[in-house]
């Protein structure tokens, strides 16, 4: 980064690594218990050769200024450039920033230009991105200001800071095939999970013409399926237990019943939820891969604060609903046979405030 760059930022290099302590970092994790159109295709990288494929997947940072944010997804950045066996790739799982879709352009430039500056200031890894929910703008048009004409409007914004030619798009890696999908979709003036139409037909079309003995690995940022919201997102209702439509995939039975066609599926990989998952179902392994942010860079307590002013009739009481996961990131192992390991690795952190 020139030193007009790092003016510019606001943040230079040695100043973010310093807050990182990245020469202090070590590559110690924590083991996770397990629970029960044409792609676009980029080459595999030379050092996949050795057979298998290892993915960070780094997913939920939610950058921001404040809550020491920017150290905290420096640092974890940096965590991940000292682990001694290097991912073949890094996947950016989502909400990269804090806050777009309802917020002013001032502060959404503000959030993309410290995401930027932290992102650029430390390795560089080959990087895929899978946009979320936070990482569009205005679409809450009241409270954004917005029009919907504006040339940075949508998704418009964060493809052009990550340099996205497209949402949905493929990537063979060590003999696998990684697909990353777009899984926003509009809902009023929010969003739900669902894929939409044309790039449900993409999909159908790539799972027809991978050969079936190439394993897949699917990315999304909202959940497939994902049994863990049940306990920290769920509403009790009289006609049961109800989750949002913005923490499941909402066009689930479709991609199931697609996944049945093609054996060759292995793994579902996604944030959102804050939490750490593994399930297998119908010969798919779902895993939600818990978040940079941990409780979005606050502790247990000040999050059940918010809850508590928040609380309405119905709600599961928040002092009942388990934290999030800690702040860290997931390595994937996806072997050529097509089994799948995965670690969660939290790293050095304390949160600002309980």
Request: aromatic share 8%; proline share 5%; hydrophobic share 40%.
């Amino acid at each position: 980064m020139s030193t007009r760059e790092s003016d510019r930022h606001g943040l230079s290099r040695r100043e973010l690594l310093k807050a990182a302590g990245v020469t202090a970092l070590a590559g110690s994790g924590a083991s996770l218990a397990a629970c029960a159109t044409s792609s676009r295709v980029v080459s595999a990288p030379a050092e996949a050769a050795r057979g298998g494929v290892r993915l960070c997947h780094f997913t939920d940072p939610h950058i921001r200024p404040e809550f020491n944010a920017v150290e905290g997804t420096a640092a974890a950045w940096a965590h991940v450039c000292a682990q001694p066996q290097k991912p073949d790739l890094v996947v950016l799982g989502g909400d990269l920033i804090m806050h777009s879709m309802d917020q002013k352009a001032s502060r959404v430039e503000e959030l993309w230009r410290v995401w930027r500056s932290t992102f650029d200031a430390a390795c560089r890894l080959p990087t895929e991105v899978c946009i979320g929910n936070h990482d569009i703008w205005g679409w809450n048009k009241g409270q954004s200001g917005s029009t919907g004409s504006e040339a940075r409007w949508g998704k418009r914004w964060v493809s052009e800071v990550m340099q996205l030619t497209s949402l949905y798009r493929t990537r063979d890696v060590g003999g696998w095939r990684i697909i990353i999908l777009d899984s926003i979709s509009p809902l009023g003036d929010s969003y739900e999970g669902r894929l939409d139409d044309a790039q449900f037909e993409w999909l159908r079309g790539v799972l027809a013409s991978t050969p079936s003995t190439m394993p897949v690995c699917i990315v999304t940022h909202i959940p497939i399926l994902c049994i863990s919201t049940v306990a920290v997102d769920a509403q009790v209702r009289e006609q049961g237990i109800i989750t949002g439509r913005g923490a499941v995939m909402m066009d689930v039975h479709r991609l199931l019943a697609l996944f049945r066609q093609h054996p060759n599926v292995k793994v579902c990989l996604s944030g959102h939820i804050h939490t750490t998952e593994r399930m297998e179902y119908d010969g798919v392994t779902y895993i939600c891969s818990g978040a940079v942010s941990g409780m979005w860079w606050r502790g247990i307590e000040a999050n059940r604060k918010r809850g508590r002013e928040r609380w309405k009739e119905g709600d599961v009481p928040v002092d009942l609903r388990p934290a999030r996961a800690k702040p860290g990131y997931m390595l994937v192992d996806l072997g050529p046979d097509g089994s799948v390991a995965n670690r969660y690795v939290e790293f050095p952190w304390t949160y600002a405030e309980p």
